[in-house]
């Protein structure tokens, strides 16, 4: 089956750890983000990427880092430097739309998430 | 302005009610319009896209209205399992970028 796995479920870390969250999928997909969602807010962007070794802060870039080394991954690490780090972090996947075409953003699959909790 | 703007509620409306609910956004260059439901602690999923001209899928209907920049979504014969959030999502053309919107929360009550 198709999808995008997130790892892991839930994480738990000590203030000024580092943690890196895994997401790997296998939809042959181009484009992959990172949302951060806290409580009854919307998701919000910390980064994206469109093509291999390419990636774009979203709004909330600072604190984040990313790489994209491979298609199907899309590792996400939470520096000690983010300031409120407990949330719940989401991986999403897309068919990436066309440059210069005009084409529009395609459906976002996501993976189950990622809960972490800064003690 | 925010760029999206959507009423969080909660909505509760009994079993069998119409709803309805509107999310207005500021970027007029959004091509593509979405709205998709999260349950409670879970990832969200595509419900439905939005055409321009209007498409429904079952109980469901997605209008979009670009001069007054807002899409909606209503929900007819509303069930138990309806109960859930739902984000409003627009993305700007090439830029690769789609905007949540905060969720609007539906409780549906037997």
């Known amino acids: 089956d198709g999808g995008i796995t997130q790892s892991p479920k839930y994480l738990f870390r000590k203030e000024g750890q580092n943690v890196t969250l895994s997401c790997e999928q296998n939809?042959?997909?181009?484009?992959m983000y990172w949302y951060r969602q806290d409580p009854g807010q919307g998701l919000r962007l910390i980064y994206y990427?469109?093509?291999?070794?390419?990636?774009q802060k979203g709004d909330i870039a600072e604190g984040y880092s990313v790489s994209r080394e491979k298609k199907e991954s899309f590792p996400l690490t939470v520096t000690s430097a983010q300031k409120n780090p407990t949330a719940f972090y989401l991986c999403a996947s897309s068919i990436a739309p066309g440059r210069g075409q005009g084409a529009v953003t395609g459906e976002l699959f996501f993976g189950e998430g990622s809960r972490l909790t800064v003690l | 302005r925010k760029e999206v703007e959507q009423d969080p509620g909660p909505f509760n409306v009994p079993e069998g009610a119409t709803v309805a609910f509107n999310c207005t956004y500021s970027?007029?260059?959004?091509?593509?319009f979405f709205w998709y439901r999260q349950d409670c602690r879970k990832e969200p999923k595509l419900l439905m896209s939005v055409y321009s001209s209007g498409n429904e899928d079952g109980r469901f209907t997605a209008q979009l209205n670009r001069a007054s920049q807002y899409i909606s979504l209503l929900i007819r014969d509303s069930k138990l399992s309806d109960s859930a959030t739902y984000l409003c999502?627009?993305?700007?053309?090439?830029?690769?970028?789609?905007?949540f919107g905060q969720g609007t929360t539906l409780q549906v009550k037997p």
């Open positions: 939809l042959n997909h181009d484009a």
């Open positions: 999502v627009f993305g700007s053309g090439n830029t690769g970028k789609l905007i």
């Open positions: 970027n007029s260059a959004s091509q593509s």
């Open positions: 990427s469109q093509i291999v070794n390419d990636f």
